[in-house]
């Protein structure tokens, strides 16, 4: 596992224009940005919050994937189950004592949050966005540079 830091925080550049699924990202980095900057007396209640989180977020865009029969959602729900077995297990050996897998953990969904939501969600958010509304998002996003929270 690499442990490098890599602090993430909410920016545009996130935005996929989809606005319920936006929303429930910025929580994400949220709670991965408090876990990645907690002390390690704070880190069982945060990755509860994670758990929590993260649970809702992969249901809520496993079950729009369903309903609207989206054709290529195996492999992005595959990839849901897969990131919460793992944050369900570190929760686990964090409870035995090793609470510094949370930090591991935190660095790790740092790096694969926006691979996933670029390769993945953004297509779940055009494909949602045009059933809803008729058309591809429009994303406006203030400069990267000057945002930072
Ligand atoms: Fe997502
Ligand atoms: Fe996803």
């Not at 993430?8 to 910025?26: A, N, R, S």
Request: glycine letters at 4%; a negative charge; hydrophobic letters at 40%.
């Amino acid at each position: 596992m690499n442990t490098t830091n890599t602090s993430i925080h909410w920016t545009d550049d996130f935005l996929l224009g989809f606005g319920p699924m936006d929303e429930t990202h910025q929580e994400f980095v949220t709670c991965i940005a408090a876990i990645q900057n907690a002390e390690p007396k704070d880190c069982l209640v945060l990755m509860d919050q994670l758990l929590e989180h993260a649970t809702a977020h992969f249901k809520q865009e496993d079950d729009w994937m369903m309903t609207t029969e989206f054709p290529p959602r195996t492999c992005h729900m595959d990839e849901h189950a897969a990131v919460l077995a793992s944050i369900t297990g570190v929760r686990a050996l964090a409870r035995q004592g090793a609470t510094e897998k949370c930090l591991h953990l935190a660095n790790d969904l740092a790096r694969w949050f926006p691979s996933h939501a670029d390769h993945l969600d953004s297509a779940l958010s055009h494909w949602m966005c045009k059933i809803k509304y008729g058309a591809k998002p429009l994303v406006f996003k203030r400069s990267v540079a000057n945002v930072t929270a």
